[in-house]
DNA sequence: TAATCATATATGTATTCGTCACCTACTCTC
DNA sequence: GAGAGTAGGTGACGAATACATATATGATTA
């Protein structure tokens, strides 16, 4: 899913429409409690968020969701391998998803208008 | 059009649902040879890019772009007033221009596919 | 049994980018 | 000549990410 910048002047612009990863964090804890390499995997699977996510940016960022009281972590032994440490939204996690619902509708009306403008122009072109 | 977040924890979240501003900025030197200024106001104005739009991030912007080859820009003095640095696109700039369409079709295509999950899921609930 | 791979979490550092605060300069009007 | 509006800019700072690396456990294999 990760696309290359036929250009590599246009490297930059790429970084700069967005990373929804914070959304994909919340959407699939959501769904189900995970631990972060588990979500790690999610989140390259499903394609959103066209980074490869990153394990420094995903577990940073889950540490800070938790800080900010959006999720509940805990550690986790009963398995074979290393302890895991297990997350679950918390109530203010699932109003920050219903928030994130309402950021990224509002997005997609803007993405959609200017999409609509960019090809109305052309057309006139 | 710039957005506080209910919930001051959530407020990280806003800033990672982008700011259209490369993009803006193409789209309007596409339309027609613009200075900074003016699209700073253009950008306010037409509430792309949720942000409001900083001098210093609009010009710094402008420089890159330049350096990147991505618009021409030149001094224009006939006119009352303080001397104006007139951009342009670039054929590269259209390029990348078209480019950014592509990104965003592809975005609002992943984002509405994240709502559409989310609201099947809330639906099951 | 030693090496190595997959799982799992985490930190340190550099860089990138936007925001804030500030500056210069020109022109017009009061 | 003071102030407002137009126009372009910089430096310091902080927040967030990217990249590299450290750590530990258990399973596989040479």
């Given at each position: 899913?990760?696309?290359?910048?036929?250009?590599?002047?246009?490297?930059?612009?790429?970084?700069?429409?967005?990373?929804?990863?914070?959304?994909?964090?919340?959407?699939?804890?959501?769904?189900?409690?995970?631990?972060?390499?588990?979500?790690?995997?999610?989140?390259?699977?499903?394609?959103?968020?066209?980074?490869?996510?990153?394990?420094?940016?995903?577990?940073?960022?889950?540490?800070?969701?938790?800080?900010?009281?959006?999720?509940?972590?805990?550690?986790?032994?009963?398995?074979?391998?290393?302890?895991?440490?297990?997350?679950?939204?918390?109530?203010?996690?699932?109003?920050?998803?219903?928030?994130?619902?309402?950021?990224?509708?509002?997005?997609?009306?803007?993405?959609?208008?200017?999409?609509d403008q960019?090809r109305q122009e052309?057309k006139?072109?």
């Open positions: 899913m990760k696309e290359e910048a036929q250009n590599p002047a246009f490297a930059y612009i790429a970084g700069r429409i967005d990373k929804m990863l914070v959304p994909a964090l919340l959407n699939f804890l959501a769904h189900k409690p995970a631990h972060g390499y588990e979500l790690i995997q999610k989140i390259n699977e499903s394609g959103f968020s066209e980074i490869e996510a990153d394990p420094a940016t995903i577990y940073r960022n889950l540490r800070r969701m938790e800080e900010d009281g959006l999720v509940l972590s805990q550690w986790e032994t009963e398995h074979t391998g290393p302890a895991r440490r297990s997350y679950q939204l918390s109530p203010e996690g699932h109003q920050a998803l219903e928030y994130c619902v309402q950021l990224i509708s509002d997005k997609v009306n803007n993405m959609t208008a200017f999409l960019y052309v006139e072109r």
